[in-house]
């Protein structure tokens, strides 16, 4: 297993302790001028984000991470599972509806999207920063009324329910930022 | 919850698309692309006119420029310092981590006060206040003392920064101030519990007998942030292990007479009171090469013409290292030494 020891340790690498992966988003070398050298390091879950403060001592070492991004297509959904394909090799790989978290509300079958592998698994996904989905339901809105501060709740193709201006009508594409989960525009067919 | 921790983990993804390659090729940190200095044409400036201050200091009190050899045969042990090895001809030189040895030498060979300016080299010492390869200032005047070698020190400091005189504390005091340990009597067990109280972040790796390295763990964590805050700090009367090539004082409590300048919390210079003695330098290396070999570190040339010249006999004097690109950086109010330096070490 490759390791980094403290003379490689910079903001950026992506290392492995207690067996998850972590990014390095800040290293400090502290050194009295006869003494021993320190490496303060913050170090941030990849997977749930949360931040860890490690001190190091120059000689020692982390174990790197194998994290690897990659651009895959999502093909289906089976029951939790969200089967995707690695654009490149054709691999399939699967996430769970955990794993997916809120992006499952985006995913639409051939969408491309880009996936986390640590070690070569699937760890998460990302899908497109904007996505058109079809409204498969809502309650028709107020003739005329063009605002869009005046908002109903919409079911889209995927199943999920999103926020939309009162003037979206049942099969209207719309514009969606999956980073909010903001509704952005009604698009032409 | 479930949409506000999609967007985080976004982030995260996007912070690795901008990222470096695949980790098996990263063995060294990039070089800086750009040609151009990181410090500005104000901050070089100054850098020159406070090397101009400098040397009127000296030269008003009488020192004598000197020069000696960045590469040398001899080369200081220090548990914690590792020097460049050049190799020429079959024969192996070493880049100075200091100047303190030849100085010496011209010091055993009748030198009157001298100082000296000059680029010195620590391997893997690199961080906002570090540069492996850094200029260094480094004085010795025959005939001082403990009491001198800190007097001076201050006058330097004062004519310098313009921040007043240093107040002196010594590491004792310091230490119980604000570490709530007396360093000369806690065992080791005492400076790891001062540390686990304070909530000093910890190496799991520093070995819980290791008594310098829980030193320096309080001193760099609890102490150090503490000095030179409303004028220079000198910390003095070290703990005995951390002597370095200082001597030791047979007090009821011995203490090593070395001296350090802070400023704003940050380490600026080192000084002795010389260790004269050279049976018991030989003692000192031996040691040393010991601790880097249980480091894992290449052991150092225990002898030296610094040795030979001990052996015929050091004349007592105070010796200090003073960190120039830090001086500067400190008046400049500038946070890392790459603003008042051309090219850091990723630029260099």
């Known amino acids: 297993m490759a390791t980094y020891n403290t003379s490689q340790f910079r903001k950026g690498l992506k290392v492995q302790l207690d067996g998850d992966p972590y990014l390095m988003i800040e290293c400090n070398f502290v050194k009295p001028g006869k003494g021993q050298a320190l490496y303060k390091c913050r170090l941030r879950h990849l997977l749930r984000n949360t931040v860890i403060d490690r001190t190091y001592k120059s000689g020692d070492s982390i174990e790197a991470a194998d994290v690897e991004e ?39 079958e051939g ?31 107020a003739k005329g009324n063009t605002a869009s501060n005046v908002t109903k709740p919409v079911k889209v193709e995927t199943g999920a329910e999103m926020t939309c201006p009162s003037f979206v009508e049942m099969g209207d594409l719309i514009k969606v930022d ?7 525009e009604r698009v032409k067919e | ?36 200095p990181t410090a500005n044409w104000d901050a070089l400036r100054l850098w020159a006119v406070m090397l101009a201050r400098l040397r009127r200091f000296f030269a008003e009190r009488g ?51 001298i100082y000296q300016v000059t680029r010195s080299f620590r391997q893997g010492e690199c961080g906002p206040l570090h540069n492996p390869e850094f200029t260094i200032v480094e004085w010795y005047r025959p005939g001082d003392g403990l009491e001198e070698g800190m007097i001076l020190l201050s006058d330097l400091a004062e004519a310098m920064l313009g921040r007043g005189p240093a107040e002196r504390v010594s590491y004792r ?21 001062a540390a686990a109280e304070h909530g000093v972040a910890t190496p799991e790796s520093l070995d819980a007998l290791d008594r310098d390295g829980w030193f320096d763990l309080l001193l760099v964590g609890l102490v150090a942030p503490h000095l030179g805050r409303t004028q220079p700090t000198i910390l003095f009367d070290y703990p005995p292990s951390q002597a370095a090539l200082a001597r030791v004082r047979p007090d009821t409590q011995p203490v090593a007479e070395r001296f350090e300048l ?5 380490e600026l210079a080192n000084g002795y009171h010389e260790l004269t003695d050279a049976a018991e330098l030989r003692r000192r290396n031996a040691e040393a090469n010991h601790r880097r070999e249980q480091d894992g570190k290449m052991p150092l040339p225990e ?41 850091p070490w990723d630029r260099a």
């Open chain 2, 262 to 266: 802070f400023v704003d919390g940050i």
């Open chain 2, 173 to 193: 005091d310091a230490f119980i101030l604000h570490a709530g340990v007396d360093p000369l009597a806690a065992d080791v067990a005492s400076l790891r519990r």
């Open chain 1, 111 to 141: 969408m491309n999207c880009s996936m986390l592998l640590f070690n070569g698994n699937p760890i998460t996904m990302t899908p497109p920063n904007h996505v058109v989905l079809r409204v498969e339901y809502c309650e028709p809105g």
């Open chain 2, 63 to 113: 020192f004598i420029e000197v020069q000696t050899p960045l590469l040398s045969a001899d080369t200081v042990i220090d548990r914690h310092l590792d020097p460049f090895r050049v190799e020429d001809a079959g024969r192996t030189l070493w880049l100075q981590t200091s100047p303190e040895f030849a100085m010496k030498r011209l010091l055993a060979s009748g030198a009157p006060a």
């Open chain 1, 70 to 108: 990659i651009d895959a297509q999502y093909l289906y959904r089976q029951g939790d599972q969200f089967v995707f394909m690695n654009v490149q090799t054709y691999e399939q790989y699967e996430l769970t509806l955990d794993q997916i978290d809120d992006a499952w509300k985006y995913l639409k």
């Open chain 2, 1 to 36: 919850m479930g949409g506000d921790s999609r967007r985080r983990s976004r982030l995260v993804l996007g912070e690795l698309a901008t990222g470096v390659a695949s980790y098996s090729r990263m063995t060294a940190p990039p070089l800086h692309p750009d040609f151009r």
């Open chain 1, 178 to 184: 999956t980073r909010t989960g903001d509704y952005i």
């Open chain 2, 303 to 343: 002898e030296s013409r610094l040795l030979a010249a001990m052996d015929r006999g050091l004349p007592s004097a105070a010796g200090v290292a003073l960190g120039f690109d830090r001086l500067v950086m400190l008046a400049a109010g500038a946070k890392t030494l790459a603003a008042v330096t051309p090219f």
